[in-house]
């Protein structure tokens, strides 16, 4: 089609006019400005803000690719900060993205509200703590609403809701009925400031406590554990699912800590009189097959019961405590031994002894006077056949026999504070422990809005913890201890699936279609807590028939830091308001005491004053120039200085796109037919015209590969200032009357619009406002905002990448039309590479063993080959 019919067609569509008066009452036309000031970019702002959101999940829609985008939920603790800023500008970029590529896009958010802080500010300040927390959600949805993020509110929940608390509760009781629920006295970690346990994950490697810092103290209590160690093996092995990409270090830090399920671990009864000390031993070996051949238990000087004063020498530097543990397998009672000439395993001060497995067992045992007959085991098979006996019974009697490492304990879910989802248990004096029935859910805290005396304390709150037995009616009472606040988080991301549900925690179905979640977005802080419980319990959850996928996520974006300045003097390490200091001789200097002050990046915290509120960047800049800047020129994954310098440059680029745009349609709305119809005359035209089309093309492809592979926005945004070089590369006769220009400008705009739709509606509708196009309706629909168009597409005669690597070295490129690259199979793909000569003289002396074709939507092509020396032994596949 010639300019002449393309220009005939549009301005006879009836849609010319509409859009003319359109953009007069749908744009805020302040392209008479040649300067994008900070007023226009608020009235831009301001007038766009209730137009751009305009999808959000409908899980009736069967006809669209689904997505599921999730940011780690919020804690509610009071204001967001600049981090927020980042993580959800993060997750509502892609979420945008998608939703233009076509899918229906789940994008949802809530409050993760329980925990110590709520509480701590509650008795600080006098204040019940579900009136601080949702005061707390309450500025700070005000504060995410003015920020403009695309997130599904109508899927809204907070944890401490009893709507959502009923189904943790639920969770609770079918971890129970499956006996990986169950209580023991231990010795447990207690945080002596916020007078709660801890779990080992919440304690750091100096042995303070995660959320107060205090150092932790060990105390024996009766305490409720999720026997996470039934699922360790699972857990473990579910970290080389090929489903996960990008978990990286967070995969390693998991596995380091989860170890390798190389043994098991068993509970043995402790008898004997020692008063305040568990009842029970927690035992690791790698022999279970030979525990009934077991002669004795050591344990380490550094062991507490070591410390007891109930211990006689035996042996030089052995000791021997007047206690035994009972073997269930056999009832032997095993004498305990406290010694340092056993080597004892990782993270273990307890030890088995089995003579008739170990060397170190036999020679121990000589030494101590302990008289066994040797016991063997002729054959695997009868070796196997006695190992899954003995775990048998172990199961069945509820005291271990799961594949576990040395490493794991299992999780301790107790709390001893308000503020927490209640355990649903109640101790009848004549049924003893009683799970409260499911009909009766939720088990609701007890308000404490008119208790002069605030009591935080559910075991002191007698009226609440008084109750009757559901099984025999009989006086009873509830327990006392709340659950960890990560048994609240550990399945959130599956209601958000069906919030309103109030039948079941989620609709098994409706996960078929949306579950595992696509992409999920948080700090790496989380990788041993949050995350690995959300594994844990999805692991569970897979197990019971409820989930079609073990893994809860697939790809994970671990987002870096926002650090701010900090002041510290340089004598005390006291940390400085900006307003305390000043710069003297090109030194910073403490006002008042004139000392030298160092200056440095860290977390933002408001201890250290570096705290940078979201709108001293909105306020002044912009919401859209303020995404644009929490986004660009570091990757997400690396931390961020949060800081005014790259302002600039984002204003310079927003400012070069204004006046592009300006060009563009000033030209357009004034030249007459006539002029518009004109041959060009320009001698570089046609070259123009080939150079935006291939910088159309590049530009997205290199923006797809960013958006789809890695989420590497920074660059994303690089490209797409380097396609607005490209726009104003040319010379002004290839603006007017190109219609290669028409179309990068186009995808200019619409490759915008996740990461500034504010900004990028305006410049649409004064786009598709202009008078003439020569743009396709196929491409673009000029009648709809820019928002509802659909992502581009790179033309099909484009010459795309096929990347050969062989044993992950690069052999090279063969550029291949789009076309042809999309119906490339293995085997066409492998004759062509082939014929590389860097490949032939590579595979000269080798096999394939290996090889796939790894193809993106709308990105480069690779195939991977794997190849082994001739003489080496291999199948070829």
Known sequence: MNITETLILHYNNIFVKSIITRYASNGINKFSSPVLTSAIKMDIEKHWKDKINIYSYNDADKTKKRFYILPMFPYPSGSLHMGHVRVYTISDTIAHFYRMKGYNVLHPIGWDAFGLPAENAAIEKQIEPSKWTYNNIKHMKNQLKLLNYSFDWDREFCTSDPEYYKWTQELFLKLFDSGLIYKKESFVNWDPIDETVLAEEQISIDNCSWRSGAKVQKKLLNQWFIRSTALAKSVFEGLNDSILEGWKDVKKIQQNWIGECNGFSFEFQLIGNIPNYPKTINIWTKYPEFIEYAKFIAISPSSLLSKLEYCKDVAYGIKIIDAKVVNPFNGEELPIFVTDEITFENSRDTYIGIPSASKEDYKFSEIVGIEFIRHTISNYEEQQCKRLEILSKARKWKIGGY????????????????????????????????????????????????????????????????????????????????????????????????????????????T??????????????????????????????????????????????????????????????????????????????????????????????????????PYEFIDKYGIDTTRLLILANQSPQSDKLCNHDNIPGIQNWENRIWKTVRSFIE????????????????????????????????????????????????????????????LRKVSIQCMKKSREYERALAVQIIMIAPFAPHFASELWSAFSAAKYHLISEDEVKLDKDVMEQRWPEIDTNYKMSLKVKINGTSYGTIKIPKCELDKLSYEAAFDLIYNLPSVQKHLANHKVVKSTLVSREGCDTKIIINSIKEDTKAIVT
Not at 432 to 437: F, L, R, S
Not at 457 to 469: G, R
Request: contains cysteine.
């Open 512 to 613: 078929k279609e949306i579950f595992p979640v696509d992409l999920y977005i948080g700090g790496k802080e989380h990788a041993v807590l949050h995350l690995y419980y959300a594994r844990l319990i999805s692991h569970f959850l897979h197990s019971e028939g409820l989930l079609f996928s073990k893994e809860p996520f697939k790809q994970l974006l671990v987002q870096g830091m926002v650090l701010g300045e900090t002041y510290r003097t340089k004598n005390t390490d006291k940390y400085l308001k900006v307003n305390q200091v000043e710069k003297d001789m090109g030194q910073y200097i403490e006002k008042s005491t004139k000392q030298p002050v160092v200056v440095s990046w860290e977390k933002m915290s408001k201890s250290k004053y570096n705290g940078i509120d």
């Open 403 to 510: 594949p576990v490492s040395s490493r794991l304990q299992d999780w301790l879910i107790s709390r001893q504070r308000y503020w927490g989802t209640p355990i649903p248990i109640i101790y009848c004096s004549n049924c003893g422990v009683q799970p409260v029935p499911h009909d009766h859910l939720p088990v609701v805290l007890p308000d404490i809005s008119s208790s002069s005396e605030k009591k935080y304390k559910l075991s002191e709150n007698k009226n609440w913890l008084n109750t009757s037995c559901p099984k025999c009616g009989a006086s009873a009472v509830r327990e006392s201890d709340t659950m960890d606040t990560f048994v609240d988080s550990s399945w959130y991301f599956l209601r958000f699936i069906d919030p309103k549900n109030m039948k079941e925690m989620f609709a098994v179905d409706k």
């Open 667 to 726: 030209y357009r709305n004034n030249v007459t037919s006539e002029e518009f119809q004109a041959q060009p005359s320009h001698p570089d035209f046609a070259k123009h015209d080939a150079y935006l089309f291939d910088s159309r093309n590049y530009f997205l492809k290199s923006v797809n590969n960013y958006l789809l592979e890695d989420q590497q926005l920074s660059m994303a945004i690089s490209r797409l200032q380097g396609l607005t070089n490209s």
